[in-house]
């Protein structure tokens, strides 16, 4: 065979992809598919180094940062929103809410305001040592031992007053009806 007669299509090469064989079309092919070109463009690319995970805390506090910045941005449209979303609800109920939500968060969870309802119409709406109403609107309040947490019933101001001298002195009841049986001869 003739050199000068030599087409680029004859020229036998090896892939530096894959190491196979192939006939080469021109002198500066170096793979014989378009695969082990891909795979050796791949290589050639510098490798992009991925960020380290983050752990919870620091996306927590990231997003923290970004909801702080988006408030502080946003802050009249914000308002305005929360302005009309209340002014939707009514009152009374806004109030039921707010008292549920103080109920819980003193009580615990499992008390809320459908349990005070149920305490007060099982008292028959009135306290559950004097049986009197709540005077002018107000609630009743909430008996609890101090020690256990333990809720024990609903009182006015003045038993829940009482109870709380009794906690605080076991002998506060005996004194205190000596104390009245002394004076009750004077006037």
């Known amino acids: 065979m003739n050199p000068s ?8 090469k090896t892939c530096e992809a894959c190491g196979g064989a192939f006939m080469a079309w021109f002198e500066r092919a170096h793979a014989c ?12 690319q510098p490798r992009k180094q991925r960020p380290p995970k983050l752990s919870a805390d620091v996306i927590a506090e990231r997003n923290r940062e970004r909801m702080q910045e988006h408030r502080r941005k946003n802050r009249a449209a ?7 979303s209340r002014a939707r609800v009514p009152l009374f109920l806004r109030q039921r809410r707010q008292r549920d939500y103080n109920l819980k968060m003193k009580y ?29 609107g107000k609630p009743l309040f909430v008996d609890h031992d101090h020690a256990t947490g333990h809720i024990r019933a609903l009182l006015c101001n003045l038993c829940n007053q009482g109870v709380a001298a009794i ?16 004076h009750a001869g004077r006037a």
């Open 33 to 44: 598919s378009k695969r082990c070109r891909l795979q050796l463009w791949r290589r050639s």
């Open 78 to 84: 914000i308002l305005e929103r929360e302005r009309v």
């Open 167 to 182: 906690d605080a002195c076991a002998e506060w009841l005996e004194r205190a009806t000596g104390y009245v049986a002394r």
């Open 108 to 136: 615990g969870p499992e008390f809320g305001a459908a349990q005070y309802e149920a305490m007060l119409v099982a008292q028959l709406g009135g306290c559950a040592i004097c049986g009197r109403p709540p005077q002018d």
């Open 5 to 12: 007669c030599v087409k680029a299509a004859d020229i036998p």
